[in-house]
């Protein structure tokens, strides 16, 4: 069975994504299951969507009662399910963030939150950060720090300039009056797994209002209780103009959105949409999502649990460690060397993991993680890392 689900997908897929030798059929809460039946500490977490969990029952029904009532609902019609997620969501979000606009993914809540301060604005310049990444959509990729993404794809949307994260005097020097908005992540997950300090944040709110810009703070890997808040702009205790959201927004069905303050203007029927943008399906499953994370209290169980998390994975005693560093359930391990053999081996000891980079270990598992999983999880680190 195995040879024969590899050969089609090999077969029929894209190519342009990385495989791993592994088929994945099945999952509940923080563990996956093979096509051979082996378990593994899922702690890729489908790259941080799955901060619930796999197979939560409840958004399963969810789904399975929306699908049988309406799928697809586009929002040139008012919605019953659509209103009560959003009205759900904005009680969740950073204080004045009172509206949201809905789509399919982070990298569209980018494009959103690109296009609606050029629009609020009137400005052309988006300043982002030194080994940000917000997406492959082109003016997401625009964003995007990392050369090996963006240069096959040049000439990519004029306008955008990158100065060094938690630097707040360079990020002073670029903002002028020709900037729309600064964009930046709360945490730089993808670059590295960099938390912002409180003292950063908190400066490009004031250095975005002193030049009548806007600020863009990138949660789509952040939000949804992943860094012990539900958003992590909260760990600093401000709000951006824009907020894009993703990955953790719908329990694992497809969605993104942009949290919105009053300070964005300009936002006219016609100025951008989605067709499946807010679709009942996903609304649904939003709900019953954030209804779970409420219950289970995930924001504390990610701040709990990635405190203890990150305080066994500094006890381990491996020269290739550089530094332990992270947010909550967002958690790098810097090496001294490249990560990927040690990514092979730890799937091999039943662990899966990410990489930040070339050279950082990531961790994202469900806040539903247990403290039994996350011990197996630093000794097989452990046993990897000292080989």
């Keep these: 069975m195995t040879h024969s689900i590899r050969e089609i997908e090999q077969r029929f897929t894209s190519g342009v994504y990385p495989k791993r030798d592994l088929t994945l059929v099945r999952g509940k809460d923080a563990t996956v299951w093979d096509d051979e039946g082996r378990a593994y500490v899922d702690c890729v977490g489908g790259q941080g969507v799955s901060t619930l969990g796999h197979a939560n029952e409840a958004v399963a029904r969810a789904i399975a009662e929306q699908a049988l009532k309406l799928i697809s609902c586009p929002e040139i019609f008012y919605n019953d399910t659509r209103a009560q997620f959003e009205a759900l969501l904005i009680s969740i979000l ?9 789509c399919n993914s982070g990298a569209e809540a980018v494009e959103a939150a690109i296009k609606f301060a050029r629009l609020s604005t009137g400005r052309p310049n988006i300043v982002a950060t030194v080994r940000a990444f917000h997406g492959r959509t082109l003016g997401a990729l625009s964003a995007t720090y990392e050369p090996k993404y963006r240069e096959p794809f040049q000439p990519l949307v004029p306008g955008f300039s990158h100065v060094p994260y938690n630097n707040i005097e360079a990020l002073a020097a670029a903002v002028n009056d020709q900037t729309a908005a600064v964009l930046i992540e709360a945490v730089q997950g993808e670059g590295g797994v960099h938390p912002g300090t409180p003292e950063y944040l908190r400066a490009a709110r004031e250095i975005t209002e002193q030049h009548g810009a806007l600020l863009i703070v990138d949660e789509v890997q952040t939000g949804f209780a992943r860094t012990g808040r539900w958003f992590a702009v909260e760990h600093s205790g401000i709000a951006p103009d824009l907020m894009p959201m993703g990955k953790a927004i719908a329990g694992g069905v497809p969605m993104g959105g942009v949290g919105i303050r009053p300070t964005v203007k300009n936002l006219a029927p016609g100025v951008h949409g989605s067709t499946f943008g807010g ?17 289970l209290d995930l924001p504390r169980q990610a701040a709990e649990k990635g405190a203890y998390f990150k305080e066994r994975l500094e006890e381990v005693n491996a020269p290739v460690i550089r530094e332990v560093r992270g947010a909550g359930l967002l ?6 060397t490249k990560v990927a053999p040690y990514l092979r081996a730890l799937q091999a000891e039943g662990v899966l993991a990410l990489p930040a980079g070339l050279n950082v270990l990531r961790f994202l598992p469900p ?9 197996f999880v630093v000794e097989k680190t452990a046993k990897v890392l000292a080989a």
Excluded: F, W
């Design 279 to 295: 679709n009942p399906l996903a609304c649904a499953a939003g709900i019953a999502s954030i209804h779970e994370m409420k219950r």
């Design 331 to 336: 958690i790098g391990v810097e090496l001294k």
């Design 94 to 102: 950073p204080a004045g963030l009172e509206r949201v606009y809905l």
């Design 367 to 375: 806040a539903v993680i247990t403290y039994e999983q996350i011990d």
